[in-house]
């Protein structure tokens, strides 16, 4: 079993940045990849940037060279940078483990809005 909470959501200007973090507890050896995935209302769920044990990582089209995955493996905790947000980066943000199974947290709302 994996747990994962995120936290770091909120409001914020277009053009503004937020950090997200995902910390994770249990068993969290199991743990092969670390995604985060965003849902704005009336949409899919969308992948927005992955990070592997390796530490290569994978982003969508819409964030490359905003957004930054990363993993403080002492902290177990990952985080998303977020720079240069838009209007459309608006959804809630989901942090994601596969280990075995896909674990979920409970997802943080972001809002980008003047």
């Known amino acids: 079993q994996v747990q994962l909470v995120e936290s770091g959501g909120g409001l914020v200007q277009p053009g503004g940045s937020l950090r997200l973090s995902c910390a994770a507890s249990?068993?969290?050896?199991?743990?092969?990849?670390n995604r985060w995935y965003r849902q704005a209302p009336g949409k899919q769920r969308e992948l927005v940037a992955s990070?592997?044990?390796?530490?290569?990582?994978y982003y969508g089209d819409s964030v490359k060279g905003r957004f930054t995955i990363s993993r403080d493996n002492a902290k177990n905790t990952m985080y998303l940078q977020m720079n240069n947000l838009r209007p459309e980066d608006t959804a809630v943000y989901y942090c994601?483990?596969?280990?075995?199974?896909?674990?979920w947290g409970q997802g943080t709302q972001v809002t980008v809005s003047s």
């Open positions: 249990g068993s969290i050896f199991s743990i092969s990849i």
């Open positions: 990070i592997g044990r390796s530490g290569s990582t």
């Open positions: 994601n483990a596969q280990a075995g199974i896909n674990y």
